[in-house]
């Protein structure tokens, strides 16, 4: 497995985008200083107290209220509180926690008028990004992420990530963690600590706490809303998670950028730096990973799939609805095999599209019907393996009586939506159409699939002149690309009467060839 990341630094944002063996995988857009990101830490103030939703709403500084449940509270709010109270009234005086006594846990199942009231100043971080019409969503358990472990103050627990197998590597992580951490503060340990020594995690920890501390003097003699602790920006928060030895590059078109990535990884992955490269070509760069063709692809509502079938991707304000065609290819093994493998290969594509898109909540897909129980259970299994590398948390439900499989997939952040349809030419922008180059692979893929069906017939290509030049023009042109792959002469006529998107391919006798 070869994984990259490829970075566009533009004029108002950057994107970031994860290839994973040259396919695109994720993509993010990181428009630098941005609040109420996931993370980030502010001392709020209850606007008012709502018994029938077990819920609070908390001003921020965002047009919206925040929302808070008493479930996101976390066992140890009273020791957060009394700490927020007490270092706002100057009692606190130190960030130190040794000498703090901790509070008891909140009931389980408690009601949140007991332990809040309208005006409270309180300690909270960004659970869930404001997303259509709603503010952000908020816990008040605090914790703080560094590349090995994640801090966890007021409590004494050290937790491994359950990803680490290996029993003895659990069992010296945890004596390491409980020899170096300092009293009243737990610990995470992340599966990248794996194999780590105990100077690379004494270091992380070490970072962790002075990062609390600088909370801690943010919030001496304030008064809220504000902002005490923000998350890294999204390009560093992405190389912390995910740099491993699987990393192979990371390409950047910025100088400054490639600068500042370069020693970022220098300084949690010393020796890794050699993988960042500066990008300075003439192509974009995205142009040159192929990286544009795969988002006009994967972001449009129909989604294709290899072996020409696809997807058709709708949005409404409460799930996603996907329907899975299996175009016009047919097999030769009969309709439940052929069902299988669309099925199958759909599965694939949808769990890197919901991925790719970051797309949240419940999520229908309408699977082809097949009658064999066996068939269903394997791709209701592949879609549960497909779905496993998804660090969003999520849940596939078995097909349903009437073949819809059901995925909840958590959603943090708002969706990313890139628009695909192009600027018609011919109205001069007052429409739009599908976007060209995915018309032309459309092209392309009906006439390799008739040469294959029917390798003696002669072919005829009638389109646009447009599209003409596309397919005929240049020493290397795709029409001799064709001919070099099958041994056959496409010939190309270029109509003007045909509007941008009409062709039609033919025999020699201009009969039309179905396909």
């Known amino acids: 497995m070869k994984l990259e990341i490829v970075v566009d630094s533009r004029a108002n944002d950057i994107w970031i985008a994860l290839l994973k063996d040259g396919k695109l995988i994720e993509l993010h857009e990181d428009r630098g200083g941005a609040d109420f990101a996931v993370g980030d830490i502010y001392l709020g103030k209850v606007r008012r107290v709502v018994p029938s939703l077990n819920a609070a709403f908390v001003d921020v500084g965002y047009e919206k209220d925040a929302f808070l449940h008493y479930l ?19 009692k606190q005086s130190v960030s130190d926690l040794r000498y703090f ?14 332990v809040l009231s309208s005006s409270q100043s309180i300690l909270v971080q960004v659970a869930k990004e404001p997303i259509s019409t709603k503010g952000p969503r908020l816990c008040s358990e605090v914790t703080i992420a560094g590349r090995y472990l994640v801090l966890v103050p007021f409590s004494d627990k050290v937790s491994v990530s ?5 029993t003895e590597e659990k069992k010296r992580l945890k004596e390491v963690m409980n020899r170096i951490k300092p009293k009243n503060f737990g610990v995470i340990i992340r599966t990248v600590a794996e194999k780590k020594s105990t100077e690379d995690l004494e270091n992380d920890l070490k970072q962790l706490l ?3 501390n600088e909370m801690f003097s943010s919030i001496k003699g304030t008064r809220g809303p504000k902002k005490l602790l923000g998350e ?3 390009t560093s928060s992405m190389l912390r998670d995910l740099l491993n030895k699987d990393f192979s590059n990371i390409h950047v078109n910025n100088e400054i950028m490639y600068d500042e990535i370069r020693e970022y990884v220098s300084s949690i992955a010393p020796g890794k730096e050699k993988i960042v490269k500066h990008y300075s070509g003439k192509l974009d760069v995205f142009e040159r990973f192929g990286i544009s063709k795969q988002i006009k692809t994967l972001f449009g509502k129909k989604v294709p799939l290899p ?18 065609n299996s175009g016009n290819r047919k097999g030769a093994d009969g309709q439940e095999s052929n069902a299988l493998a669309t099925n199958i290969e759909a599965a694939e594509e949808i769990a890197r599209v919901l991925q790719l898109r970051d797309m949240g909540g419940i999520i229908c897909v309408d699977f082809i019907d097949m009658h064999e129980k066996a068939n269903n259970k394997a791709l209701f299994e592949k879609m549960k393996a497909f779905m496993k590398p998804d660090r969003a948390k999520h849940n596939v439900v078995p097909p349903s009586r009437f073949g819809v499989v059901e995925i909840t997939r958590q ?11 192009e600027t018609c030419p011919t109205c001069n922008g007052k429409g739009e159409i599908q976007a060209s180059i995915l018309f032309a692979e459309e092209i392309e893929s009906n006439i390799e699939y008739i040469i294959q069906q029917n390798p003696k017939t002669g072919i005829e290509l009638s389109v646009h002149p447009y599209l003409e030049a596309f397919f005929t023009k240049g020493l290397f042109s795709k029409q001799m690309r064709w001919f070099l792959k099958h041994k056959k002469w496409v010939s190309v006529h270029g109509l003007s009467s045909y509007r941008l998107l009409e062709y039609e391919i033919t025999d020699k006798n201009k009969n039309k060839i179905s396909y």
């Open 411 to 421: 959603r943090v952040r708002p969706e990313t939506e890139i628009k695909t349809g």
């Open 307 to 324: 072996s020409g079938g696809y997807l058709i991707i709708e949005h409404t304000e409460a799930m996603h609805v996907i329907d899975v």
């Open 162 to 166: 359950q990803k680490i197998k290996e």
């Open 210 to 212: 002075e990062k609390w």
């Open 232 to 234: 890294l920006n999204r």
């Open 72 to 90: 996101d509270l976390g066992p140890q709010y009273r020791s957060f509180a009394r700490f927020c109270k007490n270092t706002l009234r100057g």
């Open 101 to 114: 006594k901790l509070e008891n846990d909140i009931e389980k199942n408690g009601k949140i008028s007991d």
